[in-house]
């Protein structure tokens, strides 16, 4: 198994290197195993897949779960992790710099903090506070011995802003200038406004395709500009609608979808090839 700095090295050098690649949003050890015996060389925890798993609302996970599941899936594999953290379990600014303190002791190579507040009557932090919280989470990510990537999130367009891209892009540029590695701006859907917003910062943007068009592709994202392509939890909403498929179908007196599933024998493969061995 790698170290940690071994896997630090590997993720920054993922994000300088030329085009973008795709960072799957395993959440438990057997997603991630599957997901790194495909050849993905990253992964991204996704707290949406989490509370699926836990069968919560999404953003009703404490931090305390994410980081179990994200030391969790950080040991089930090589690959380095980046952690969604959400919030960092909280609003004052030297929260924001224990999570991230938190998040290296399990695992991580990188890890995201939001300006979300959790509170959808009131969801996005004043844009001073949320500079604020970004810069003391940069100043935790430098004290660590290993180096930690961090991501910055600007929430507008997924909490009930649609029509704040100037804004979104005034806060991903304050968050760059506050120290962060990797900038990220959920909800970006069309190609033009994907461009708008690489070409407005200077370091890597991760886009997640949960709110992209599905017909474009990797080449097409890194044309316009986007360094990292995530999904969230997309593959976990997708793989428990088959589920609720099959259990209606059983439910209704069929059995038709037994025959597509795969043997264990290869699970047991691809499980072993995901570690590593």
Request: aromatic share 6%.
């Amino acid at each position: 198994m790698p170290t940690p700095l071994e896997k630090s090295i590997a993720f920054r050098a993922l994000h300088e290197r030329p085009g973008a690649f795709v960072i799957p949003n395993p959440w438990d050890a057997g997603t991630a195993k599957l997901f790194a015996s495909l050849g993905f060389e990253a992964l991204a925890t996704t707290s949406l897949g989490l509370a699926n798993m836990l069968g919560r609302k999404d953003s009703t996970v404490s931090l305390d779960e994410i980081l179990d599941n994200c030391r969790e899936i950080a040991a089930a594999t090589p690959l380095p992790v980046n952690a969604d953290l959400e919030n960092c379990g909280g609003d004052a600014p030297e929260l924001a710099a224990k999570a991230i303190a938190m998040a290296a002791e399990a695992g991580a190579s990188g890890g995201s903090i939001e300006d979300f507040t959790g509170d959808r009557n009131n969801p996005i932090y004043d844009f001073t506070l949320a500079v604020e919280r970004v810069q003391a989470a940069v100043e935790a990510a430098r004290a660590l011995k290993v180096p930690f990537l961090l991501t910055a999130r600007a929430e507008n367009l997924i909490v009930g802003y649609p029509d704040r891209l100037d804004d979104t892009i005034r806060r991903l540029q304050a968050y760059e200038a506050a120290g962060a590695d990797v900038l990220y701006a959920p909800g970006l859907r069309d190609i033009e406004t994907i461009r708008t917003v690489c070409t407005a910062v200077t370091r890597p943007v991760n886009l997640v395709m949960t709110y992209g068009d599905p017909k474009l592709t990797v080449d097409d994202l890194a044309a316009a500009g986007v360094k990292r392509i995530s999904v969230g939890g997309s593959v976990s909403r997708w793989l428990l609608t088959q589920f609720l498929k099959a259990a209606r179908e059983m439910k209704a007196g069929g059995f038709t979808f037994v025959p597509d599933a795969m043997g264990s024998r290869e699970f047991r493969e691809a499980f072993a090839k995901g570690e590593g061995r």
